[in-house]
């Protein structure tokens, strides 16, 4: 249950980033109470996941796949380009969250 509230505050956390693109500095009413909302949900599911995960290696995996998953959002739906060595880096971030969860004793197994 513990990953899957850290899962919906990834999700939710996703959704708020790019809405805030989409308020246009708060200027546009809907993607701003979007964002806000979302980042309420974000943080509130997060709070949960902190409950057992530790928070390093939860932040570790909310970073990693928040990164890539708005990075993916924004390459979609918002024309962002993307090239070779954003993608290694990306690819870099998520190996080093598959170490820490595989190896380290730092994570809950």
């Known amino acids: 249950m513990n990953y899957l509230y850290l899962a919906v505050a990834i999700v939710s956390e996703v959704v708020a980033t790019s809405f805030m693109k989409e308020s246009d500095g708060f200027t546009k009413v809907v993607p701003g109470l979007i964002t806000v909302i979302g980042y309420a949900v974000a943080f509130y599911f997060l709070s949960l996941t902190l409950r057992t995960i530790p928070t390093g290696i939860a932040y570790a995996i909310w970073s990693a796949l928040g990164i890539v998953l708005i990075s993916a959002v924004a390459w979609i739906f918002q024309g962002q380009k993307l090239d070779a060595?954003?993608?290694?880096?990306?690819?870099?971030?998520?190996g080093g969250v598959v170490v820490m969860n595989l190896f380290s004793q730092s994570a809950s197994h």
Do not use: K
């Open 85 to 94: 060595p954003a993608i290694l880096g990306m690819a870099m971030i998520i």
